[in-house]
């Protein structure tokens, strides 16, 4: 299998919800990331998680929380979002966190917040 | 931090034609390339990467070069073919498991 997959693909929610983010990988990579993509413009990241520790935070708002279960699933718990906070959520995953391992990415969430 | 920048941000070729896009980075650093295809409304997909170490690296119908004492990188596509029509963006490596995405640059090949 080499493929990232995540779930849902499309999720509206309002102001005041509380949502999960779902992603799955399982080509025994160890590193797993978070970015975010606004239209028009690059992936942006957000969290790197390394063996299941998160090592990078990109100075990410309180309400996008993440969560490493273990070596395969990353999730982005999402509370009181604003509006500017609407846009594709991809997930990536990698061999070690390093900076020469190539990242593949998931097919994203497209998330609208109302 | 890493600094990345792509040109252009617009390129329409023929058919048949080639495509070349440009990348410059500013940390002395990195030391990975990627660039990644991205089609609409679709993931970014991996289609080539280079590291340093390596001056120029070609799959099929693709070519990227580096050459590091100038922090330049380039995408090159030969006889491009409708199916190349996507935006493509360049990536330079920095810090440790850090991308910085070039702006990205909209092909258009036209029939």
């Known amino acids: 299998d080499t493929e990232v997959t995540q779930t849902p693909k499309h999720l509206v929610m309002g102001m005041t919800n509380k949502k999960s983010l779902k992603c799955e990988q399982h080509?025994?990579?160890?590193?797993m990331y978070w970015y975010k993509q606004k239209a028009k413009k690059p992936p942006e990241l957000m969290f790197v998680?390394?063996?299941?520790?998160?090592?990078i935070n990109e100075s990410v708002p309180s309400r996008f929380s993440p969560e490493c279960p273990n070596s395969s699933l990353l999730n982005l718990h999402l509370h009181a979002l604003q509006p500017e906070d609407s846009a594709l959520y991809l997930c990536?995953?990698?061999?070690?966190?390093?900076?020469?391992?190539?990242?593949?990415f998931g097919p994203g969430t497209r998330l609208t917040v109302t | 931090g890493e600094n990345v920048e792509q040109h252009p941000s617009t390129l329409s070729v023929q058919e048949g034609d080639s495509a070349v896009i440009k990348c410059t980075y500013s940390?002395?650093?990195?030391?990975?390339f990627p660039w990644y295809k991205q089609e609409l409304g679709k993931r970014p997909q991996l289609i080539i990467d280079?590291?340093?170490?390596?001056g120029e690296k070609k799959d099929q119908r693709i070519a990227v070069t580096l050459n590091k004492t100038a922090k330049h990188f380039s995408l090159h596509i030969t006889e491009t073919q409708p199916e190349d029509s996507a935006v493509y963006f360049c990536?330079?490596?920095?810090?440790?498991?850090?991308?910085?995405f070039g702006a990205g640059t909209q092909v258009v090949v036209t029939p």
């Open positions: 280079i590291r340093s170490n390596v």
């Open positions: 998680y390394s063996y299941e520790k998160l090592s």
């Open positions: 990536a995953s990698s061999q070690p966190a390093g900076a020469s391992y190539e990242q593949y």
């Open positions: 940390d002395s650093a990195s030391n990975y």
């Open positions: 080509m025994g990579h160890r590193a």
């Open positions: 990536a330079a490596s920095y810090s440790w498991g850090k991308l910085q």
